[in-house]
């Protein structure tokens, strides 16, 4: 006996339906959340390097305004808002009370504050693929268990055995039980996929934010060549 999957559908009961739709739309969100943040990545990527390439001659010469200007043009790039922050809160504190040593200390204090809200941000979603793959499993196996009492009533129904009884609460079974494994694992492995590149974004910009301290302090100590 061939079943369809019309056929399975229309044999399932309510609860099994629900159970289906439930990891059906957990795969659809999964799917969401890992093109929009491996799309976020690839542009963070490429507005960075951007960024990078062309600010590196602006701080060399000192033209720390040539900075800014710049780094309004990338609004969306992390990397250019810390750049930004690090050198406003510089310039905004390194005439005040302790001078330039203590303008360093709080704009490194900021731009950890700072570099802590942009690894959420860049993080957003990760907690639902996360949930998602741990969670996705054991949804299906209740959708196997559901499907295995329905052959059970099906053998009850029937009298007997037979593969007739049992083969929609069979295939009901295994089909969610596939469905609940491939969601789960997709989820798993590029929930750990892009917290690897998440990760090594963070480290990129915890180094950057590091040089620009160091920038920011020895050009002070050389004249103040950004003035």
């Known amino acids: 006996?061939?079943?369809?999957?019309?056929?399975?559908?229309?044999?399932?009961?309510?609860?099994?339906?629900?159970?289906a739709i439930s990891l059906l739309g957990m795969g659809v969100a999964s799917?969401?959340?890992?093109?929009?943040?491996?799309?976020?990545?690839?542009?963070?990527d490429r507005e960075s390097m951007e960024f990078a390439s062309?600010?590196?001659s602006q701080f060399a010469d000192g033209d720390i305004a040539?900075?800014?200007?710049?780094?309004?043009?990338?609004?969306?790039?992390?990397?250019?808002?810390l750049s930004a922050i690090g050198v406003q809160t510089f310039q905004a504190n390194e005439h005040k009370d302790g001078g330039?040593?203590?303008a360093a200390e709080l704009t490194?204090?900021?731009?950890?504050?700072?570099?802590?809200?942009y690894s959420a941000e860049g993080r957003r979603g990760m907690g639902m693929l996360a949930s998602i793959g741990s969670t996705a499993p054991f949804i299906g196996l209740f959708g196997t268990v559901i499907g295995i009492i329905?052959?059970?009533?099906?053998i009850a129904s029937a009298g007997g055995g037979g593969i007739a009884a049992v083969s929609a609460g069979i295939a009901e079974a295994l089909i969610v039980t596939a469905v609940g494994l491939i969601v789960?694992?997709?989820?798993?492995?590029?929930?750990?996929?892009l917290s690897g590149r998440f990760d090594r974004l963070d480290m990129q910009m915890q180094h950057a934010a590091g040089e620009l301290i160091d920038y920011l302090e020895g050009a002070h100590g050389h004249g103040g060549r950004d003035r």
Do not use: C, D, H
Not at 31 to 44: H, M, S
Not at 150 to 154: E, K, P, S, Y
């Open 1 to 19: 006996m061939e079943l369809s999957l019309f056929e399975i559908w229309e044999s399932m009961s309510l609860l099994s339906r629900l159970v």
């Open 184 to 193: 789960a694992i997709t989820s798993v492995l590029f929930f750990n996929y």
């Open 100 to 102: 330039p040593s203590a």
């Open 54 to 56: 062309k600010s590196r």
């Open 66 to 81: 040539g900075v800014l200007e710049l780094a309004r043009r990338f609004t969306r790039n992390p990397l250019a808002r």
């Open 31 to 44: 799917f969401a959340v890992i093109i929009e943040r491996t799309w976020v990545l690839r542009r963070t």
């Open 108 to 117: 490194r204090r900021e731009l950890a504050r700072k570099l802590e809200l």
């Open 150 to 154: 329905v052959a059970f009533q099906g």
